[in-house]
């Protein structure tokens, strides 16, 4: 097995380099860059090693539950398979470890917003909660696009029960592996015209943003801004992506 190749494994049984990895992160600046934009980046949360097995593991295989080809849906072009359960070790090291960092945004997202529920502070009980609704296929993911791809602007909404905050990470280095195909993410304010943002990603560079709503401070108290995320047009090379959601799918 090459070095590469391990990467996905190394982790079996062995939650603390996820949780060692989170824990370096400077969670008030990601707090305060989320409440103020609806995104912040986590850099360098993937080595480039572990971005390489990841991108090197895509195809058929049983540790995918489907195959979406997005040109087939008018969802853009380009395509991408949802792993099975169980999630490589390290998609399941980093979706628990994260979890519990942004359920406390998530709260104070929804108490601004006046929305009702509560998400439990670990991730077994969140997954309990989506499993007894009837939402029990697991949503992490891998992308692949090509040269001409590209990803329309959606939510990944997935039944009643949506986790507010999912994270993408680039496995791929713009410039070198491909050209174009950035990563973007618009907000559409009440009654205003939508405005979009170019999220800078290097390879490795994790994302966190709003899977659908977040509250934003207005002269006369919040408001909800509504957030839809996709990937512009790729002019040359590959691009690969995981993206971790933290809700599961009907
Ligand atoms: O390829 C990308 O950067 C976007 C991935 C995406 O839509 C997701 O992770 O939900
Ligand atoms: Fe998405």
Redesign the pocket.
């Known amino acids: 097995m090459t070095q590469e190749a391990d990467a996905t494994t190394r982790y079996a049984g062995r939650p603390e380099p996820a949780l060692t990895r989170v824990s370096t992160i400077d969670w008030e600046r990601v707090r305060g860059d989320l409440d103020a934009a609806g995104f912040a980046l986590l850099p360098g949360l993937l080595a480039d090693a572990e971005c390489d097995a990841f991108a090197a593991g895509y195809g058929p295989g049983a540790q995918f539950r489907s195959h979406v080809v997005m040109a087939r849906h008018g969802f853009g072009r380009g395509e991408y398979r949802y792993y099975s359960y169980p999630l490589p070790p390290l998609v399941q090291g980093l979706r628990t470890a994260l979890y519990p960092r942004l359920a406390g945004i998530a709260n104070r997202w929804n108490a601004r917003m006046g929305m009702a529920g509560v998400y439990p502070d670990d991730h077994a009980a969140w997954l309990d909660a989506c499993h007894a609704a009837g939402q029990t296929r697991p949503t992490p993911?891998l992308?692949r696009?090509g040269e001409g791809d590209y990803?329309c602007l959606?939510q990944?909404l997935y039944g009643d029960l949506a986790f507010p905050l999912?994270v993408?990470v680039?496995l791929s280095a713009p410039g070198e592996d491909f050209t174009g195909g950035e990563?973007v993410l618009t907000e559409q304010r009440p009654r205003m015209q939508t405005r979009v943002e170019v999220v800078p990603l290097a390879k490795g560079d994790a994302v966190v943003f709003a899977v659908n709503e977040r509250p934003s401070k207005g002269v006369r108290g919040d408001y909800r801004v509504k957030m839809r995320?996709?990937?512009s047009r790729l002019r040359s090379g590959h691009?690969h992506?995981?993206?971790?959601?933290f809700h599961d799918a009907r």
């Open positions: 993911l992308l696009y990803n959606h990944d999912q993408a680039l990563f995320h996709g990937v691009r992506t995981l993206g971790i959601i």
